[in-house]
C-alpha cells in the first residue's frame, strides 16, 4: 500500500483531494494536515510515508522551505508540489528546493494519479510544466559559453537508462528492456545522482539536457 500525506492549508481542497486519493486502488492517505510544522512534528514520530503532497502558498511555512526541511531527515520521502502557481518561476523555485514532481490544482485526476504513480515507480513525475519549462532553459543555455563535460561522463549505458527513465519506465521493465539486473539500474540511477551532485533524479536529466548529453526530444 503506497502512503501518502498532504499538508495544504485550503481545508475544502484537501478534504476533496483526499477523498478523491482514496479512490485510488493501492493508494491510502495516512495523514493531512494545513501546516508544515504539524507535518514535520509527525514525521518525528512517524517515518512510514512514501509520498507527500505539499501545497506551495501556506502561511507559516511555505511548500520550498517545507520540502527541504523534509527531505533533510527524510530522503526516501518522495515531495509532489502541488499548486494553483504554475509560473515559469515558481516550477524553477520548485526545481531548486529538491521536489520529486509538480502539479497544478487544475490537472486532471488522471494526470494526478499518473504523477503518484510515477514517483513510486521511478522516482520522479515529469509532467507538461516542468518538462516545458526544462525545454525553454536548455534551449536558451546552449547558447552559452560554459565549459563542456568530456563526452563520455556519462556512459552510453546511463544515457540509455536517463531515456528509458524520462519515457516512464520503472527500474524493473528497464532491467528487462537491457536485460540487466534490477539493481544494476538502481545503481546506474544512483551513481548518476551522485557524479553530478544532484538532489533527485531530476537534477540528472537537467545536467544531461544543459551539456548536450541528451536531446530535448528524449523529454517528450
Given amino acids: 500500500m503506497l502512503k501518502l500525506a498532504l499538508v495544504d492549508d485550503h481545508k475544502l481542497f484537501r478534504k476533496s483531494l483526499a477523498a478523491l486519493l482514496g479512490t485510488l486502488e493501492g493508494v491510502e492517505v495516512v495523514y493531512e494536515s494545513d501546516s508544515g510544522k504539524d507535518f514535520l512534528s509527525f514525521l518525528k514520530e512517524n517515518k512510514d510515508i512514501d509520498i507527500a503532497l505539499l501545497d506551495i502558498q501556506m502561511p507559516e511555512m511555505d511548500g520550498y522551505t517545507l520540502c527541504g526541511k523534509v527531505l533533510n531527515t527524510h530522503d526516501t520521502i518522495k515531495i509532489l508540489m502541488i499548486s494553483q502557481l504554475s509560473s515559469k518561476e515558481t516550477i524553477r523555485h520548485v526545481m531548486q528546493s ?3 514532481g509538480f502539479v497544478t490544482k487544475n490537472s486532471e485526476p488522471e494526470q494526478l494519479e499518473l504523477a503518484i504513480r510515477n514517483l513510486n ?5 515529469l509532467g507538461p510544466e516542468l518538462g516545458s519549462v526544462l525545454k525553454d532553459l536548455m534551449l536558451f543555455q546552449q547558447g552559452g559559453n560554459e565549459l563542456q563535460p568530456d563526452s563520455d561522463f556519462l556512459s552510453d549505458r546511463e544515457k540509455e537508462v536517463i531515456r528509458l527513465i524520462c519515457r516512464g519506465k520503472s527500474s524493473a521493465e528497464i532491467a528487462e528492456e537491457l536485460f540487466i539486473h ?5 545503481t546506474h540511477r544512483q551513481r548518476m545522482i551522485n557524479k553530478v551532485g544532484a538532489k533527485n533524479f531530476i537534477g540528472v536529466i537537467v545536467f544531461a539536457l544543459k551539456h548536450n548529453l541528451l536531446d530535448v526530444e528524449d523529454l517528450s
Fill in 98 to 100: 529538491g521536489a520529486h
Fill in 121 to 125: 515507480t521511478t522516482g520522479f513525475y
Fill in 182 to 186: 534490477q539493481r544494476t539500474v538502481e
